[in-house]
């Protein structure tokens, strides 16, 4: 197992590098299969956030799955304690979920839902392409798979990023996989079943809501369709 250590805006020191050593067999122990451990500690500079100075990632990476959690706190051993006990509690749902498909478990229903929550940003570890400072030249731009461009709109203090994700269409219910798996409160993905962009979402308590885009050509196509074969 290849552990990777991280720091943005930060040293890294040894001591903080043998506690991850040392802690992470608690991960090991719920996933034996894991192959990387990927870890970033980020410093805040700004002295009225000294209370959540230092945030840890943790991502996890076991042949196709991805888990990840994050915690921020005064110093990086509280964080990385805070990150771990999240970490595990989702390698734990994800391990048994994978006992409950075996066992035949019937998904929870999904209720139609009507607003999508604002994303949660995410930092990538590497792959970020600086571009022509303008939205547009952001939107316009080709990217590679992996690759993202961020930009700053003017003086502002907006910044649009953005990013190709390639992925294999999935159903419904392997989103919400996904979604626990990443720590999010949505997940966006191309439904197998429509070929639509779609957003699955946490609503409340263990209700989830799933929402599909579509235009309006294509809506009408499908309704003429169905018409003609009822035909």
């Known amino acids: 197992m290849e552990i990777v250590i991280t720091g943005r805006h930060t040293q890294i020191k040894q001591k903080f590098r043998d506690v991850v050593d040392s802690k992470m067999n608690r991960v090991t122990a ?14 805040e500079g700004n002295p009225r956030l000294a209370d959540t100075a ?24 509280s964080a990385l304690d805070m990150a771990l006990d999240k ?18 478990y019937a998904p929870v229903p ?10 949660e940003e995410t930092a990538d570890i590497e792959g970020d392409v600086d571009v022509e400072n303008s ?5 316009a731009s080709e990217l590679a798979p992996g690759e993202s ?13 953005r990013k190709l994700h390639v992925a294999e269409p999935m159903s419904i219910d392997e989103a919400l996989y996904e979604m626990e798996l990443i720590g999010h409160d949505f ?12 957003v699955v979402y946490h609503r409340h308590g263990w209700s989830y809501g799933v929402f599909e885009i579509d235009t309006p050509e294509n809506v009408k196509k499908e309704q003429e369709a169905r018409e003609e074969h009822e035909a």
């Open 30 to 43: 719920i996933a034996p299969d894991t192959q990387r451990i990927q870890i970033v500690v980020s410093h």
């Open 54 to 77: 230092k945030r840890v990632e943790i991502t996890v990476i076991a042949g196709s799955t991805v888990v990840r959690a994050e915690a921020s706190n005064a110093d990086e051993f």
């Open 87 to 104: 970490l595990t509690l989702r390698l734990r749902r994800t391990r048994d979920r994978r006992k409950d498909h075996r066992r035949g």
């Open 110 to 119: 999904l209720e139609a839902g009507h607003e999508v929550p604002p994303s």
């Open 135 to 139: 939205p547009e030249a952001a939107v």
């Open 149 to 161: 461009v961020e930009v700053q709109v003017g003086d502002t203090p907006i910044v649009i990023r």
């Open 187 to 198: 997940f966006l993905f191309v439904n197998k079943a429509t070929n639509r962009p779609s």
